[in-house]
Nanobody, 122 residues
Framework: LQLVESGGGLVQPGGSLRLSCAAS????????IGWFRQAPGKEREGVSC????????NYADSVKGRFTITRDNAKNTVYLQMTSLKPADTAVYYC????????????????WGQGTQVTVSS
């Protein structure tokens, strides 16, 4: 299973971005997916996760109400819609996959993408 993130970039505060996590090599149907981020000098933190069916989602308190995670298993892709972006959201964003239940704990994830940079600045 290979994961590739895209959709990052530079955006002004209050703006929006949609990140994509595209999978190849196998179907994502049985994998939970998590989005994580790491800012310079900080530890990697969980942002959001979604179950294999899309029926269960979870969000970090810092992004609740602003970010939405969805998935399209037919396209083998998971999305992270980010709105009302703040400078504190600046980080490299990673998606990761785990066979089984979704979790915000990065140590459980086996497959990782290479990351995409999100910069929120005026």
């Amino acid at each position: 299973l290979q994961l590739v993130e895209s959709g990052g970039g530079l955006v002004q505060p209050g703006g929006s971005l949609r990140l994509s996590c595209a999978a190849s090599g196998t179907t994502l149907d049985y994998y939970a997916i998590g989005w994580f981020r790491q800012a310079p000098g900080k530890e990697r933190e969980g942002v959001s996760c979604i179950s294999h069916s899309g029926g269960s989602t979870n969000y970090a308190d810092s992004v609740k109400g602003r970010f939405t995670i969805t998935r399209d298993n037919a396209k083998n892709t998971v999305y992270l819609q980010m709105t009302s972006l703040k400078p504190a959201d600046t980080a490299v964003y990673y998606c990761a996959a785990v066979w089984g239940m979704p979790t915000m704990q990065s140590t459980f994830y086996v497959y990782w993408g290479q990351g995409t940079q999100v910069t929120v600045s005026s």
